[in-house]
């Protein structure tokens, strides 16, 4: 998983309470309004339908800026009253929200004063550089001057991320309101960490009435007048700085925008509502990519990981790379430039590991939370390595990967020192301190590794994806270190990634199961389970082909294949539960890897049922919106999927989901030395008849194609070629 989201640790039984692990994050009831988000940089938003911010139960709203909350209330009355919904829209490039409503039926002494649908009240939000901005339009549509009461109510708990989870603080620091003049008020925050937050709203005109926690205006409006009001809110901006125009701030998001993806591959379908997916998809990723330091990089998920994790930026970047390399060069410059240099048990850290999750919140400056700067994650350093190579090979950009190559050795060193504490050639983890993760595989809650008969498994644990992925890394970075002229090293990372293949299938293959045990426990005994890691070994490479056969048909059967994608873990299995984070659940990152290692091994036809799966999923999703996960039960005729209450939407990998199944489907290899891209062993779904790609690149080199489909065949057409490229199909079955 992404963000160490752990699940409880026993189950209720007999009216017993429920122990929970230290960062699970609690499902406390349905949202009874709809939730919308935001995000610009560190900053995001998380509002309901209607515009407001903690008005309605079930949800976890607010505007967080650097893993803190600095909104917690919003709400916008009329004549004391909540206002009816029109609608609620988001922008196809999720940079603006607009909200329409209107008057409810005012009445004063048992009459009817102001009736109903006469105001539309407009509400416009968007986010830029730490504020908030919010545009109330209040329009008369009746044949009478309307004189009304307007109010906006705020208030603030300047909650650190970890608190709105869930978490309880025995201390806090202290909090104060301050009016600063007509049109403006201060709420502020002293930490215990000695760091003080402050939330400044500015209101535009200034109002009637300004109180430390409410802004009354009194207005008439005339028939078919629009009056409008401004509101920004700044999240630890300088009390004497004033927040920009609402328009001018508007325009310039869009305009940051369009520079940010000019140069970007574009997919076009003959399918309209897939066009749809790919397009919330893009502007997902592009939200959740934030500048940093060190290059662009796609922030996890919101609201839970609205920061940088190692393993999901690495993911989405492999899953980018096809289309857009420029993912993965910000990813693995920020994650070079965190990689860990001495040991540290709270943090999971050890020299050469790269980073699992970075907080700035009041929690992670104190260490009443670990994940300030948290390396335990056991699959991110061999990720890393293996995108490097993978990075170099889809650019030829040596320059950047020289820069890197300190950071490969070291988590070389890593992979085969600290990573492998009892030197059986595997890489392990057990987390060095009781307040991190217990689990350090992408299926990270407490209760996701485990034998046949339920048990969790103890010690020392080698999970078997993360074997794949070191081997893949090897060989990778083996093609990568020839290129560099370290023929010595070359030689050796590939000696010791056959030795890996050979010594895993010894260890891990299930012949009773037809599959690869989930892990080794430090006993070195297999958990014998049918677990969709499996497949994200077939994505490394690193499986024989008679057994990428078996574990193929394996995951494709009725058991793991709910109709709308692979579960993590197969029915029957003893602990599969399909209402489960990780033992039964779908996630569409883990079926995306799946679909590539599908590919990768010929299984064209498998590929199209995942792809196929999917989309239909999508299809019914809020905003054709790929969610961080689903529930796994099996697709009814006629119904959507069953989601799961609190998972992340939007979520980096998800997101990027769309992308690797076209990459899967259409078999896109890429060989920049040569000038070639090919198509290995293509096959479009059925709901698919023509798939445009448009500057797909290739060094300095573009091109359009055309794909169609033909029944089970499909057609190339060359639209437009930049530079020196060929484009070819080939058959290898």
Known sequence: MSAGQTLLATTATHGDAVAETPFYIPATGTATRPRRTLKYGDTFAVVDSYGDIGASAGGTDGVFHNDTRFLSHLELLVNGQQLLLLGSNLRDDNTLLS????????YVDGKIMLQKDLLHIGRTMFLWRGTAYQRVAVRNHSDRPIELSLSILFRNDFADLFEVRGLQRPRRGVARQEVLGPDRVLLAYKGLDSKTRTTTLTFDPPPTELAP??????????PGEMQPIFLAMACDKPEEQRAAPFLSGLLTVRRELRSVTRDSTTIETSNEIFNEILCRSAADLQMLTTDTPEGRYPYAGIPWYSTTFGRDGLITALQMLWCDPKVARGVLR????????????????????????????????????PFG????????????????????????????????????????????????????????????????LANQ??????????????????????????????????VAIARCARRMRQVDMARRLEAEAKSLAKRFDAAFWCPELGTYALALDGDKQPCRVRTSNAGHLLFTGIARADRAAAVSAGLLSPQFFSGWGVRTVAKGEVRYNPMSYHNGSVWPHDNAL?????ARYGFSGAVEQVFKGLFNAASYMDLRRLPELFCGFQRQRGQGPTLYPVA??????????????VQASLGLEF?????????????????????TLRNLQLGSSSVDIKVRRHGEEVSLEMLRSQGHVQVSIVSSR
């Open 594 to 598: 799946i679909a590539l290692g599908l």
């Open 99 to 106: 909200v329409d409503l209107t008057n409810a039926d005012f």
């Open 648 to 661: 992340c939407s939007p979520q980096a990998w998800a997101s990027a989901t769309p992308f690797s199944l």
């Open 373 to 436: 700067l948290y390396y335990g994650s056991v699959d991110a350093t061999p990720l890393f390595v293996l995108l490097v190579g993978l990075y170099a090979e889809r650019t030829e950009d040596f320059d950047t990967v020289a820069a890197l190559w300190p950071a490969v050795e070291a988590a070389l060193g890593w992979i085969d020192g600290l990573g492998d504490p009892d030197q059986d050639g595997f890489v392990e983890y057990r987390r060095a301190s009781e307040l991190g």
């Open 334 to 369: 920020r994650l070079a430039a965190h990689q860990a240099k001495q040991t540290d048990p709270l943090a999971d850290a050890q020299p050469g590991k790269i980073v699992h999750e970075m907080r700035s919140g009041e929690m992670a400056a104190l260490r009443e939370v």
């Open 213 to 222: 926690t409410i802004a009354t205006y009194r207005l008439v409006v005339a």
């Open 671 to 691: 060989e920049p030395r040569r000038g070639e891209i090919c198509l290995r062993n293509p096959r479009m779904p059925a709901f698919l008849d023509e798939v």
């Open 441 to 474: 595989g992408w299926k990270d809650s407490f209760d996701a590794i485990f034998h046949a008969d339920g048990r969790l498994a103890e010690g020392y644990i080698a999970l078997a994806e993360v074997q794949g992925y070191v081997y893949a890394a090897k």
